[in-house]
């Protein structure tokens, strides 16, 4: 079948999951492509609608082996008709657990046809240069593998002549879901008299947590630990303050030091 456009969907605090996401959309190589990059509170304000004719692309990061709870209600109003989608969840190297099922579960509920599925590594949101987890992934071999991904997505959308054709895929998992939906409310960040109040933290926080006029003060019950405000700081003037998400990556890098590699599914 062909397709006239693709939609890539991404939600990417510290930017792996976007950069996996560009990596299969050079695979399959279509020339109308819309990315629509959910990070921003601002851009989930719009709903996403799909037809038959499009490719939906939808990459997210694991949280406590989950679908991030802050992006439940805006992946619970796309709408789409038949759409064929691939679904993409990135993790820091511990474990993916349900949520690639999770992933494709809601997508089938808004009206798509999954037709392919992956799990891929990224730097782990806590990974610091004191306890790097999975530190600089994805790398060269990652996106080649990506890239392959994207290859063979355009395959099988060439060896049908419509959606219906597809059948289901499997993947691990299982329901009810395990991990945890609810994140950590903690104060964990560490200010420096570096900072030179340039509001880049406060621009790039995924749910507005970061004051604008003053990036010392950040409202800990919007925080969702992304560590996105640490990892761009050009004056590194934020780090992890000792407690439960310094201990978690103290943990993560001792526990987690073995590669694992991406999955694909189709
Ligand atoms: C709150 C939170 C929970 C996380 N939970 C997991 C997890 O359960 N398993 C895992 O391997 N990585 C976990 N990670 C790491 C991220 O999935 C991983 O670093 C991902 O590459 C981040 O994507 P991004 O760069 O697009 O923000 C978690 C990160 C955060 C911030
Ligand atoms: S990005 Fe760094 S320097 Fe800029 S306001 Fe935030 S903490 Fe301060
Ligand atoms: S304040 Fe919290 S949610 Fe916002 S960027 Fe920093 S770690 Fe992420």
Redesign the pocket.
Known sequence: MKIQSMKLVC????????TIIQGIARGINQSTVELIDITKPDARKQQLQTSENELLVVAV?????RVPALLIEWLHAIKACNTPAVCVV????????DALLELKEILIKRGCIPIACAAYI?????SSSETPIAEARPDASDLNQAELFGRKIKEKLLSVSSVEQFSDINIPGNYPYG?ITK?WSVDFIAISNECTQCGICAEGCPVGAIDSENSNLIDKEKC?????CIKNCPQNARTMKPGLVKDASMRLNKLYKERKEPVFFF
């Not at 990224?122 to 806590?126: A, C, L």
């Open positions: 939600f990417s605090p510290t930017g792996t999951t976007k990061p694991v949280y406590m082996g990135v993790y820091g190297n511990r474990v993916y657990d990224g730097e782990h949101s806590f991990g994140l969702i630990t992304c560590c996105a």
